[in-house]
């Protein structure tokens, strides 16, 4: 007879991907996500397969945490003033606890290597590039531009960002301001 989880799935996995974004996904080991889940390792390769498992539905649960930001931008009507607030809105989000955390996403991106799971890489670049098409979609909003130099801004504003959330793990918020003022003046 299968035993009844003693744990709400969704805390656990905030719990873990709280841990990931603070120390990373490779730092990261068993042992500390059954210490922060508070959970065995039995029950978590029982409800989540891997340490490869919990990380991927960690992602999920930051998409989700994310997704207030997101949805303002992808509701915004006013171009690049929306895109610049989402720069702004992303700080605040990443300070959320009161500790410089970055962005899950970028901090995973920056640290994997070749050999990573290709779960994991196909994760990170779904959820870039759905980032990517939003911050197109805004540039559309206030632009004559032609696609071509659209795609462009957007990639641009995807490197912007990665540089943002490397940046708000260590800058001020004044110097975090100035390098958001600045990505935008070279629109």
């Given at each position: ?43 978590i390769?029982?409800?989540f ?30 171009g ?21 955390k970055?962005?899950l ?39 004559t ?36 003022e ?6």
């Open positions: 007879m299968a035993r009844k989880k003693e744990y709400i799935e969704e805390e656990v996995i905030e719990k873990a991907m709280n841990l990931f974004w603070r120390n990373g996904y490779e730092t990261t080991s068993m042992q500390m996500l059954e210490k922060e889940m508070g959970i065995n390792k039995f029950s390769y029982s409800s397969g891997s340490k490869n498992g919990v990380f991927l539905e960690s992602i999920k649960c930051y998409k989700e945490k994310l997704r207030k930001i997101t949805d303002k931008l992808k509701a915004s009507s006013n690049s003033i929306g895109l610049k607030q989402y720069f702004y809105d992303f700080v605040e989000f990443s300070k959320e606890t009161n500790i410089a970055g962005c996403i970028t901090n995973t991106a920056n640290e994997l290597g070749e050999d990573a799971d290709p779960k994991i890489q196909e994760e990170l670049t779904k959820f870039i590039n759905t980032i990517r098409s939003l911050f197109a979609n805004n540039l559309k909003q206030n632009s531009q032609d696609d071509a130099t659209l795609i462009e801004q957007a990639d641009y504003l995807i490197v912007a960002m990665f540089g943002l959330s490397s940046a708000s793990r260590v800058f001020n918020t004044k110097q975090l301001n100035n390098y958001i600045n990505t935008f003046t070279n629109l």
